[in-house]
C-alpha cells in the first residue's frame, strides 16, 4: 500500500439533484502514519482546517488490522473534536487495556481514521461531501525500539529472484512498505502503488526487468519520507550494498 498520499476518499453525505459550486478545504493530517511504543504513554498526528473560516467537526477512531473499529488495545481521543477554520487541532492515539497481549517480538499494525463533518448547508439542493482520511499506526513493543532514531533496517529485506517475479523477504520485527524498485536510470521496474510487507514475512510480486544486477529500493520511514537503498544481485539473490557503497 503507496504511502505516498493519505489513503483519503470522498463520501457523499447527501446526494441531490444539483451540485455545490465547489466543494470547501476541510481536516487533514500531517503525516502518513503513527508509531507509538510501548515505553510512550501516547502518540498523536496534528489535524489542521485549510478552510479559511468554515468550522468542521473532526471524529476520530482506531481500528484493527482487517478494519474492526476498537477501542482496545489502542483508543483515539477525543473521538470527536470541533475545529475552526485555519486552526489545529490534535488526535491522540492512547494505550488501554489489552495492550500487554500485543506480542512483544514485533510490530502491531492498527489504522488512524480521521472523518471531518462539515457545517450543514445554508443553500437548498446541495450536495455536500466529506474527506476522510486513514492512516498507519504500528504499536512498537520496547524490544524491539531502534537506538537511534536514524537507524535503518530496511536494509536487511532480500530480493530472491525468479524468472520475471521477485520475492521480498523481510527478517526484521517491523512493517515495511516498499514503495517501488528501480534499475538503469530510474527505470520503474514493479508494477505495484506500495507494497506492505509484515514482520518475519515475504511477499512476491512481478518485476519488468528479469535480469536485472542493480536496482534502488524506495521505501517509507517512520517520519513518511521516501530514501532509497541501492541493491545487487549475485546469482538469483539481491542484497542492500553497505552503508559506505550507498553514496557512491
Not at 500500500?1 to 459550486?21: C, E, N, P, Y
Not at 489504522?111 to 437548498?124: F, G, H
Not at 538503469?184 to 509484515?198: D, S
Request: aromatic share 8%; net charge positive; proline share 7%.
Amino acid at each position: 500500500m503507496s504511502d505516498k498520499k493519505h489513503k483519503g476518499f470522498w463520501i457523499a453525505a447527501a446526494a441531490l439533484s444539483v451540485f455545490s459550486s465547489g466543494v470547501q478545504a476541510g481536516i487533514s493530517l500531517d503525516r502518513t502514519r503513527v508509531v507509538i511504543t510501548e515505553t510512550e504513554a501516547s502518540s498523536s498526528a496534528n489535524l489542521s482546517n485549510s478552510s479559511a473560516d468554515i468550522p468542521f467537526l473532526a471524529q476520530s477512531w482506531v481500528e484493527d488490522e482487517k478494519g474492526n473499529k476498537i477501542t482496545a488495545p489502542l483508543i483515539v481521543l477525543p473521538p470527536l473534536q470541533r475545529i475552526n477554520g485555519g486552526q489545529k487541532g490534535i488526535a491522540r492515539v492512547s494505550k488501554t487495556a489489552g495492550i500487554e497481549k500485543l506480542p512483544k517480538d514485533r510490530e502491531s499494525l492498527f489504522y488512524l481514521n480521521v472523518r471531518e463533518i462539515p457545517p450543514k448547508p445554508d443553500k437548498p439542493n446541495t450536495l455536500q461531501l466529506a474527506m476522510q482520511s486513514r492512516i498507519k499506526l504500528f504499536y512498537r513493543p520496547a524490544a524491539v525500539i531502534p537506538k537511534s532514531k536514524s537507524a535503518i533496517w530496511q536494509d536487511q529485506v532480500i530480493f530472491n529472484k525468479s524468472g520475471g517475479q521477485m520475492t521480498a523477504q523481510n527478517p526484521t520485527p517491523y512493517y515495511i512498505t516498499i514503495i517501488e524498485l528501480s534499475g538503469k536510470e530510474g527505470k520503474k521496474m514493479t508494477r505495484f502503488p506500495g507494497l506492505m510487507i509484515a514482520p518475519k514475512s515475504s511477499q512476491q510480486f512481478d518485476i519488468t526487468e528479469a535480469d536485472v544486477r542493480e536496482f534502488s529500493m524506495m521505501y517509507v520511514n517512520d517520519y513518511g519520507g521516501h530514501p532509497q537503498l541501492k541493491y545487487r544481485c549475485e546469482g538469483n539473490t539481491c542484497k542492500a550494498l553497505s552503508p559506505a557503497q550507498q553514496n557512491q
